[in-house]
DNA sequence: GCCGAATATTTGTTGACACAATTAATGTTT
DNA sequence: AAACATTAATTGTGTCAACAAATATTCGGC
């Protein structure tokens, strides 16, 4: 018996193979993203938020466009997981302390987000502990196996262009 | 460039090899997740609600120690990703009439959760739709590749165990 | 049997999620 | 220039998530 059956008690086996791969996959996503989750929330941060100050620290550091920030409406697009209500987000980033919103003089729709120095304090303080988690989850697995991983992450993705299509 | 890089418009790359897989495992994650979540929520589930019907299901088909239905916090324990409001979500499924309580006889504080002949029903009219969800998602994967698929998933949660000791 | 500890679930509460509606600003057409 | 369409962000609102506290029941030691 696989172990994610075990794991789950449960009785009767998968529907089909993709089912099993699918139900894998969610697995291991929960269980090393609440890895993650942990250590973000030991600093104060959810997950999006810490992908969203790290999105705003790689503007600041190379600025696009001769901007060191980012448009709200793009922020969403640089992030892995929909984030649904950017707006919200950045308000409890700005009440931190740890972002800057800045009007637009171009359009003055845009509203841009900036991370601040204390923004960029805090990454840096989990830049460290975040590599190590990383090493921790996932350094078991040899070069050749993280390739393997990386390509079939790639594969099990291209499908998914022709789904999306409402 | 990696795909994962250059949809993400990101203009470093990785800091390691093991944080490029686990965002390329967040991002097929969180594309293959969408596709269900939006399965369900057109019959008016989450994806929690409808995994703890297909536990229940399970249960009632299969009973254990003489019972077709599991105590509330047994529930959480069949589930992959964690879900920590277990009572209202079977609220919320009482309310919809797609589950039962049942206050347990030998031991009082203990509340089983059962699913009623209206969530059979519902899970029967989602058990095709589903499959077909698979075998589009996934379905382009070989029979080899969805094997090694599977092992890497559960070498990759393998170091997780001791990750777990808080 | 009594009392304190442990257990199972529920409730209280705050914060986050997620969609639709609203507002302000810009672009396009007449 | 005015009217209409489109765009970007925000606000409104109900639902869900997540932790701590409360409540009821059972267990274990004396």
Redesign the interface.
């Known amino acids: 018996m696989?172990?994610?059956q075990r794991d789950?008690?449960?009785?009767?086996g998968f529907?089909?193979?993709?089912?099993?791969?699918?139900?894998?996959?969610?697995?291991?996503?929960?269980?090393?993203?609440?890895?993650?989750a942990r250590l973000f929330k030991d600093h104060g941060l959810s997950e999006a938020a810490y992908n969203i100050l790290r999105v705003l620290r790689?503007v600041r550091k190379?600025p696009e466009n001769g901007r060191d920030a980012l448009p709200c409406g793009e922020i969403g697009?640089?992030?892995?997981?929909?984030v649904p209500d950017v707006t919200r987000l950045i308000d409890r980033l700005v009440k931190a302390g740890l972002v800057d919103r800045i009007r637009g003089e171009a359009d003055r729709r845009v509203v841009l987000a900036r991370i601040t120095t204390k923004g960029l304090a805090l990454l840096r303080k989990l830049?460290e502990p975040?590599?190590e988690?990383?090493?921790?989850?996932?350094?078991?697995?040899t070069?050749s196996?993280?390739k393997?991983?990386?390509a079939?992450?790639?594969?099990?993705?291209?499908?998914?262009a022709s789904?999306r299509s409402p």
């Open positions: 696989a172990t994610l789950l008690n449960k009785k009767s529907d089909s193979p993709e089912q099993q791969a699918y139900l894998n996959l969610a697995y291991t996503h929960a269980k090393l993203s609440a890895a993650f790689g190379h697009g640089r992030l892995i997981a929909r830049d975040v590599l988690l990383h090493a921790q989850t996932l350094g078991h697995l070069r196996e993280l393997q991983f990386n079939l992450m790639e594969k099990a993705r291209q499908i998914q789904t």
